[in-house]
């Protein structure tokens, strides 16, 4: 299961510090202080209190060395799961608090990013957040950002965050422009909140492709606009069952999504806060709804189909799929 191709579409940077990255940029730290203050645990209230254990790492990618170190970590995650495509996410505005612009922030995450990709053989792409808490300016900044770098790095727009606690107003500007510019979009809904916060975010936002988006499955008359329209749906198991969007990984929606025709993806979310790997995703499907590799197969070519890349790389990952999931 280790060696399946995979590729990953929803990950956040800040969510992802393995041990051996943060000794790298705090040698003084011990095992258990890394547990405690990287990793969430098995279950937290909501997403709320998920979001706060985001804090420690966020603090510390705060300097060139400690971002470019984050991403060398990610990549090196990737490669033990033998993810062939990933994009991954990251809020610029939330890493300058040491005094770093938010230019120097992204060409610096842009160029580890090149680094690892050629290093490691892994196609890549970068999506920048807006933040649910953010203003209307922040907002407006990072789309601008995404326009400014967008390109081979810099591949789309997110909007993350807390869901239940902040509405969408401030963002739908920053939205209206990504769409006016023809910017990929995605945006985090359904998991924090119901069927009404998809619908909402659909009709203002119009993004391709929803983060989780578990919670549609609510309401029949929406799992029909996301087929009809196919919108993909970046599905995030673990970490729903850490946010406690559902009780137990048994509960978890996947399976009827699966079953309904939806375009859906599978990832981690937030590798350490989840503290998972998504070759232990992938474990977790076959164990609890008995996937099987064709279920696999199926996610990854619907993951790559929606995945904000090239025609060429589509077609690259595509064949990569297909020979070494049939070997
Ligand atoms: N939802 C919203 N914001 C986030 C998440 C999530 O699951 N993970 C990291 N930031
Ligand atoms: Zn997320």
Same mark, same amino acid.
């Given at each position: 299961m280790q060696n399946w191709p995979k590729v990953e579409l929803h990950v956040h940077l800040d969510c992802s510090l393995t041990y051996d990255v943060v000794k790298l940029i705090d040698p003084a730290i011990t095992r258990d202080q890394y547990r405690q203050a990287f990793v969430g645990p098995v279950?937290?209230?909501d997403l709320a209190d998920f979001l706060d254990c985001t804090n420690a790492a966020v603090q510390l990618l705060q300097t060139k060395k400690a971002l470019s170190l984050a991403v060398h970590g990610l990549f090196s995650q990737w490669k033990r799961d033998h993810v062939v495509y990933g994009e991954l996410r990251f809020a610029?505005?939330?890493?300058?608090? $040491?005094?770093?612009t938010p230019d120097e922030v992204i060409t610096t995450v842009i160029e580890a990013a090149e680094t690892c990709k050629k290093e490691k053989d892994i196609e890549a792409g970068i999506i920048l957040c807006t933040l649910r808490h953010f203003n209307e300016s922040q907002s407006m900044e990072t789309i601008r950002l995404v326009e400014k770098y967008l390109g081979d790095h810099i591949v789309g727009f997110d909007i993350a965050s807390d869901e239940a606690g902040y509405p969408i107003d401030a963002h739908v500007g920053a939205f209206h422009y990504a769409n006016d510019k023809g910017i990929p979009c995605t945006a985090h809904a359904?998991?924090?909140? $119901?069927p009404e916060s998809v619908w909402e975010t659909l009709e203002n936002f119009f993004p391709r492709r929803i983060g989780h988006g578990a919670r549609a499955m609510e309401d029949p008359k929406l799992v029909n606009h996301l087929r009809a329209e196919q919108i993909h749906l970046e599905v995030c198991p673990t970490s729903n069952i850490q946010t406690n969007v559902f009780a137990s990984y048994t509960d978890h929606c996947i399976d009827r999504m699966y079953a309904e025709g939806l375009s859906i993806s599978i990832n981690t979310d937030a590798r350490a806060i989840a503290d998972v790997t998504l070759t232990e995703e992938y474990r977790k499907l076959c164990e609890t709804f008995g996937w099987a590799p064709a279920h696999f197969m199926k996610c990854n070519m619907e993951a790559i189909k929606h995945a904000f890349t090239t025609p060429a790389i589509r077609q690259k990952v595509r064949l990569r799929m297909m020979e070494e999931f049939t070997r």
């Amino acid at each position: 299961m280790q060696n399946w191709p995979k590729v990953e579409l929803h990950v956040h940077l800040d969510c992802s510090l393995t041990y051996d990255v943060v000794k790298l940029i705090d040698p003084a730290i011990t095992r258990d202080q890394y547990r405690q203050a990287f990793v969430g645990p098995v279950k937290c209230l909501d997403l709320a209190d998920f979001l706060d254990c985001t804090n420690a790492a966020v603090q510390l990618l705060q300097t060139k060395k400690a971002l470019s170190l984050a991403v060398h970590g990610l990549f090196s995650q990737w490669k033990r799961d033998h993810v062939v495509y990933g994009e991954l996410r990251f809020a610029p505005l939330l890493h300058t608090q $040491g005094g770093l612009t938010p230019d120097e922030v992204i060409t610096t995450v842009i160029e580890a990013a090149e680094t690892c990709k050629k290093e490691k053989d892994i196609e890549a792409g970068i999506i920048l957040c807006t933040l649910r808490h953010f203003n209307e300016s922040q907002s407006m900044e990072t789309i601008r950002l995404v326009e400014k770098y967008l390109g081979d790095h810099i591949v789309g727009f997110d909007i993350a965050s807390d869901e239940a606690g902040y509405p969408i107003d401030a963002h739908v500007g920053a939205f209206h422009y990504a769409n006016d510019k023809g910017i990929p979009c995605t945006a985090h809904a359904g998991e924090a909140k $119901g069927p009404e916060s998809v619908w909402e975010t659909l009709e203002n936002f119009f993004p391709r492709r929803i983060g989780h988006g578990a919670r549609a499955m609510e309401d029949p008359k929406l799992v029909n606009h996301l087929r009809a329209e196919q919108i993909h749906l970046e599905v995030c198991p673990t970490s729903n069952i850490q946010t406690n969007v559902f009780a137990s990984y048994t509960d978890h929606c996947i399976d009827r999504m699966y079953a309904e025709g939806l375009s859906i993806s599978i990832n981690t979310d937030a590798r350490a806060i989840a503290d998972v790997t998504l070759t232990e995703e992938y474990r977790k499907l076959c164990e609890t709804f008995g996937w099987a590799p064709a279920h696999f197969m199926k996610c990854n070519m619907e993951a790559i189909k929606h995945a904000f890349t090239t025609p060429a790389i589509r077609q690259k990952v595509r064949l990569r799929m297909m020979e070494e999931f049939t070997r």
